[in-house]
């Protein structure tokens, strides 16, 4: 089936800096990948879509300088969080899915961001 | 603007039991809805997906329904286990929404040994 990979599982970065965080399809090719944020003990709340070759659609609400997305090909979309800060931290997770929507989404594993 | 609910939002029960966990949306134009299972601080593993024109789908031990007229899924779990505990997430893909995904709260199942 499809699989979605994202890296890094973890990380902790300082305040100020900028974290990459990559979402690869790894079976299928998507022109669409979605980013989402989650809160603890919340659920999944869309932060923007991404679009291979085009720029990416933010959800209201969401900087798009400071959630930098890019999506060069059909496989690979990255989320920046520049300039950190400590509410930024957050677990962020991608999905995509293969073929139409008789299908399904997959998720990435998710990355937890600790801004200290 | 699709908004999803999901009922209850927390759940314990001992092993063994039948339990059903409830979805409910507000816009009933929708190409499909999933069920999904979050661990804690995992990403998303999807359970069932049934689209609009299906009433049910089954995979083990879990089945869901779905009553798009209504605006409401249900997913029932059949003898639970300690390994079930975890977040059940349901979502739906909205006809009118670029594909994009509305996310219930989500139930958390404990079972108890």
Not at chain 1, 56 to 62: D, I, N
Not at chain 2, 48 to 64: D, K, M, V
Request: with cysteine; hydrophobic share 35%.
């Amino acid at each position: 089936g499809a699989v979605v990979s994202q890296h890094p599982s973890w990380v902790i970065c300082k305040s100020g800096t900028s974290v990459k965080i990559e979402c690869r399809s790894l079976d299928f090719q998507a022109t669409t990948m979605f980013w989402y944020r989650q809160f603890p003990k919340q659920s999944l709340m869309l932060m923007a879509t991404s679009n291979e070759g085009s720029k990416a659609t933010y959800e209201q609400g969401v900087e798009k300088d400071k959630f930098l997305i890019n999506h060069a090909s059909l496989t690979l979309s990255t989320l920046t969080v520049t300039s950190a800060h400590p509410e930024d931290s957050s677990f962020y997770i991608c999905s995509a899915r293969d073929r139409g929507y008789f299908y399904g989404y997959t998720f990435g594993s998710g990355t937890r961001l600790t801004v200290v | 603007k699709q908004e999803v609910t999901q009922i209850p939002a927390a759940l314990s029960v001992p092993e063994g039991e039948n339990l059903v966990l409830n979805c409910s949306f507000t816009d009933s134009a929708i190409y499909n809805l999933q069920w999904f299972r979050q661990d804690p601080g995992k990403g998303l593993t999807s359970l069932l997906l049934i689209q609009s024109s299906q009433r049910e789908q089954t995979s083990g031990r879990l089945n869901a329904s779905l009553d798009k007229s209504s605006g409401r899924s249900t997913l029932y779990i059949a003898a639970s286990q300690p390994g079930d505990s975890a977040t059940y997430l349901c979502a739906v893909e909205d006809n009118n929404a670029g594909n994009m995904l509305t996310f219930g709260g989500g139930t958390r199942l404990m079972v108890k040994p």
